[in-house]
T-cell receptor
Framework: NAGVTQTPKFQVLKTGQSMTLQCAQDMNHEYMSWYRQDPGMGLRLIHY???????DQGEVPNGYNVSRSTTEDFPLRLLSAAPSQTSVYFCASSRTDGSYEQYFGPGTRLTVT | GENVEQHPSTLSVQEGDSAVIKCTYSDSASNYFPWYKQELGKRPQLIIDIRSNVGEKKDQRIAVTLNKTAKHFSLHITETQPEDSAVYFCAARANQFYFGTGTSLTVIP
């Protein structure tokens, strides 16, 4: 099993550009989520999904879109990048049947200039 | 929504001493409380977790305690070693996960 994979590892964007961060898992997990990690602020939930076709907002959803067309994939779209979105982004997945352990991807370091 | 507070933000201990990190939560519906260790530049890794129907759980040098009435839970690391140096995060799960702001633990050889 590859677990949770994320691409790209690093990305530099100019203000106003758009891009998609990719996340995939091969563990057949229903629950997938995106977090951003900023210094001194822990991990903050952006969006999450409890299954294909179902998404919901987390704590900091503004400026981001998600979709979940398959169980495996959960891409995060930045519509118009802003310097405030400079951060490290982690994707995670888990089961929803009582085994809640989250598995994290390796992260994407995004810089917006 | 849930609010998870974590203390202290930094902690230094001598090798061999114990370290304790404390978290509080606000949502009584939270039923799962994991602890993660994150080394510099790496992803968070689960080190121990506890469910709301259990008061204490231990795994070798690591233990977690949960007080549902007071809505707080703690991580205890005994016989600390330099490789325990990292940032530790607590979290609480109701229908989604909420994380504490992290504790940077330094173990001094």
């Amino acid at each position: 099993n590859a677990g949770v994979t994320q691409t790209p590892k690093f990305q530099v964007l100019k203000t106003g550009q758009s891009m998609t961060l990719q996340c995939a898992q091969d563990m057949n997990h229903e629950y997938m989520s995106w977090y951003r990690q900023d210094p001194g602020m822990g991990l903050r939930l952006i969006h999450y999904s409890v299954g294909a076709g179902i998404t919901d907002q987390g704590e900091v959803p503004n400026g981001y879109n998600v979709s979940r067309s398959t169980t495996e994939d959960f891409p995060l779209r930045l519509l118009s990048a802003a310097p405030s979105q400079t951060s490290v982004y982690f994707c995670a997945s888990s089961r929803t049947d009582g085994s809640y352990e989250q598995y994290f991807g390796p992260g994407t370091r995004l810089t917006v200039t | 929504g849930e609010n998870v507070e974590q203390h202290p933000s930094t902690l230094s201990v001598q090798e061999g001493d114990s370290a304790v990190i404390k978290c509080t939560y606000s949502d009584s519906a939270s039923n799962y409380f994991p602890w993660y260790k994150q080394e510099l530049g790496k992803r968070p890794q689960l080190i121990i977790d506890i469910r709301s129907n259990v008061g204490e759980k231990k795994d070798q040098r690591i233990a977690v305690t949960l007080n549902k009435t007071a809505k707080h839970f703690s991580l205890h690391i005994t016989e600390t070693q330099p490789e325990d140096s990292a940032v530790y995060f607590c979290a609480a799960r109701a229908n989604q996960f909420y994380f504490g702001t992290g504790t940077s633990l330094t173990v001094i050889p």
